[in-house]
């Protein structure tokens, strides 16, 4: 895909250790074989909690070898990943929250020290925040800074997010929802659409590359997914909830059809080959497209956020829109006229930005949220769409780059909501990933 006027306006902006078996007698009574039974589940969590490990490979900054990356906002996406200090430890099992849906509640008290993980957003000392969050980073983000590094070919920086991902990969495949890169400490659960993302990241490495390296990481993330799905064949948020999301699922589905694009037909990756992988993401996409597409108008359609869930997700429309794209199914311009009726919101004031609002529900937040405007330009320009407004938009949000001293901010405004999420002035990892992504010349995502 060539760069488009847009990509030249915002680029002058921004660049600047083994299973132990035992034999055991037969239990003598069902005392003795209930105990018996409570120790092998004991044993069985216990080996499915057991981490991959290994070595994480070092890039620029932490690398003093390495050679800094050109682009200033690559530079300050870089400098994200690690650990920074804090002022006094958080207290263990403070709320933890963020931008988006389905915010954190707390880390668990564990954890093993630091990690290489990019941090999610570059919070001021100042704020009373700082503590709290300074040190939090979902595992979406990570997963999306690799795709910005494989977008602009910075294969160290991609190569440490994904050893980092690997080696906190548990046995069954299962990656938590966040983490803590000071201490080690782990969100307590796991989300699909987190995992998918990581597993689409693996995957453009995979292609960009033509390397097998993350096949491992690939394949227990494919289990472990696919391990989720309903008797509709449709993945559920996690392990311990019933609900299903829109956005997970068309985010497996991508991860699936990406993965069996590359594919031999006689290659295996977790057990799963090209001709099952594609049978299961075209079962799930077209369950995707009845169960959760609503056709309003002859002109305008929307994706839901989930089943029995009647929000309207902007990054939802984006992807979903994206995808319906894929298939040849005219209705992803109707998904794209939904998100120019209903989500745009112009600039409310000489120096503040326009852009996309993260919901079109009621009592949602009117904040221009920075992420899903740049995924709804991105849609735009992968549907062949000329939009001026999408792309005055990014080019606005790509005005508060500051070569690489300080990334794009995450929305206009603050707003915190126990419902929709938090959203921040601070400058934003995710939204520095899809500037960088949306600049490419080469689209790895959902690749067409």
């Known amino acids: 895909m060539r760069l488009t006027a847009l990509a030249f306006l915002i680029a002058a902006l921004v660049l600047s250790g083994p ?14 074989a209930d105990e018996q039974a409570q120790t092998t589940q004991k044993g069985k969590r216990k080996r499915a909690n057991r981490r991959r490990g290994g070595h994480v490979r070092a890039a620029w900054p932490r690398s003093k070898k390495a050679r800094a990356p050109k682009n200033g906002l690559a530079r300050w996406l870089a400098k994200q990943v690690g650990s920074v200090k804090v002022r006094r430890r958080a207290r263990a099992g403070a709320a933890q929250t963020g931008s988006g849906s389905g915010t954190p509640t707390g880390l668990s008290t564990g954890g093993d020290g630091q990690l ?66 000071r201490t080690g400490a782990a969100a307590p659960y796991f989300r699909s659409g ?39 064949g449709l993945v559920r948020g996690g392990p311990d909830v019933s609900w299903v999301s829109t956005q997970h699922n068309l985010l497996t589905v991508g991860f699936l059809r990406d993965l069996a694009d590359q594919m031999s037909s006689r290659e295996t ?25 609503v056709q309003e108008s ?28 894929l298939r040849g199914d005219a ?31 009621t009592g949602a937040p009117d904040v221009v949220w920075s992420e ?39 929305a206009d405004r603050d707003v915190i909501s126990p419902v929709w999420g938090e959203y921040h002035t601070w400058p934003a990892s995710a939204a520095a990933s899809w500037l960088l992504i949306r600049l490419s010349g080469q689209q790895l995502l959902f690749v067409d």
């Open 19 to 32: 299973r132990l078996a035992s034999a055991a007698a037969p239990p003598s009574s069902p005392a003795a």
């Open 269 to 293: 990756i977790g057990g799963f080959s090209r001709s099952s992988l594609d049978s299961i993401q075209s079962t799930m996409g077209s369950a995707v497209l009845s169960r959760l597409l």
């Open 372 to 410: 899903g405007t740049i995924e709804a330009s991105l849609a735009f320009s992968r549907l062949g769409i000329a939009n001026p407004a999408a792309d005055a938009a990014v080019a606005g949000i790509a005005a508060t780059v500051k070569g690489s001293i300080t990334g794009p901010i995450g």
């Open 331 to 361: 209705r992803a311009a109707h998904v794209a006229n939904a998100i120019t009726a209903k989500f745009y919101t112009p600039a409310r004031g000489t120096g503040t930005i326009a852009g996309y609002r993260p919901f079109f529900s």
């Open 116 to 181: 290489w993980l990019v941090r999610s957003f570059d919070i001021p000392k100042t704020d009373a925040a700082y503590n709290r969050l300074a040190n939090y980073s979902w595992t979406y983000d990570n997963a999306l800074a690799t795709f910005a590094f494989i977008s602009i070919g910075l294969k160290p920086g991609a190569e440490q997010l994904l050893d980092q991902l690997k080696a906190l990969q548990r046995a069954d495949g299962s990656i938590e929802f966040a983490f803590d890169t």
């Open 298 to 325: 002859s002109t305008s359609a929307y994706f839901k956020q989930g089943i029995d869930d009647a929000q309207v997700p902007l990054d939802v429309q984006a992807l979903g829109a994206i995808y319906l794209k």
């Open 194 to 232: 987190a995992l998918a993302w990581v597993g689409l990241a693996a995957t453009a490495y995979r292609r960009k590359y033509d390397s097998e390296r993350y096949d491992a990481l690939i394949g227990g993330l494919l289990k472990y997914l696919l391990g989720l799905r309903t008797s509709a």
